[in-house]
């Protein structure tokens, strides 16, 4: 029997739908991502220190997602078993929860799925993959990281509030954009735009590229 091919999803991909058991129990994805974004993530090992860090800093700032309309959903290719154990480890020695479900994915068909195995860098542990997933099921952003080094929750949250101001406010964002300072209007597309342009109270470094208050 052949070995299924899997294309690794990417950018505005749907996201692909799976069925897996959780330490919050067993969820369809879809029905999971339904009405909510949903920040997906991949470590590479249960009782791993530079895991414990990350799935920590997911927890403490937990708030921050929820206040986006966001759900947090981890991965690894380990058991159920292993998962409780390291949370309760985790709760018992930091006084941290992980409150949020973490895939089992012993079979690695989610890790598979979505391309969270890469074999240069390990054939069974996934890497420190990250997708943000909208409340339609695409997938927007994507960040990779190896096995050793830790991700960035800051610039995690900054870009998911990002891709949401985006969508609501119709702009682009400028380089190391922060919510509160200013956005990229989409340039004109006719002379009449760009007259109009002219007369705006924009911020104007030229005629293509202007910012705005939001």
């Not at 969270?116 to 990250?130: F, K």
């Amino acid at each position: 029997m052949e070995e299924q091919v899997y294309q690794m999803p990417r950018i505005g991909d749907k996201a692909p739908d799976f069925e897996a058991v959780t330490t919050y129990g067993k969820i369809k994805f879809s029905d999971f991502n339904k009405g909510n974004w949903v920040v997906m993530f991949s470590h590479p090992a249960d009782f791993t220190p530079v895991c414990t860090t990350e799935m920590s800093g997911f927890a403490q700032r937990h708030d921050e997602f929820r206040a986006l309309n966001t759900k947090l959903l981890g991965l690894s290719i380990d058991s159920i078993f292993a998962h409780v154990a390291w949370v309760n480890n985790v709760k018992k020695n930091t006084g941290v929860l992980f409150d949020f479900p973490i895939i089992a994915d012993l079979d690695m068909k989610v890790a598979k799925l979505y391309g969270m195995l890469q074999p240069n860098e390990s054939e069974t542990a996934a890497v420190r993959a990250v997708f943000f997933i909208d409340p339609t099921g695409k997938i927007r952003l994507i960040m990779y990281y190896p096995l050793n080094v830790g991700r960035n929750m800051d610039e995690i949250l900054r870009v998911l509030t990002a891709l949401q101001t985006t969508d609501k406010h119709g702009v682009a964002l400028p380089l190391n954009w922060k919510p509160g300072e200013k956005v990229i209007v989409p340039p004109p597309k006719t002379i009449e735009e760009m007259q109009e342009r002219e007369k705006s109270n924009y911020e104007m470094v030229d005629w293509y590229l202007a910012k705005k208050d939001l």
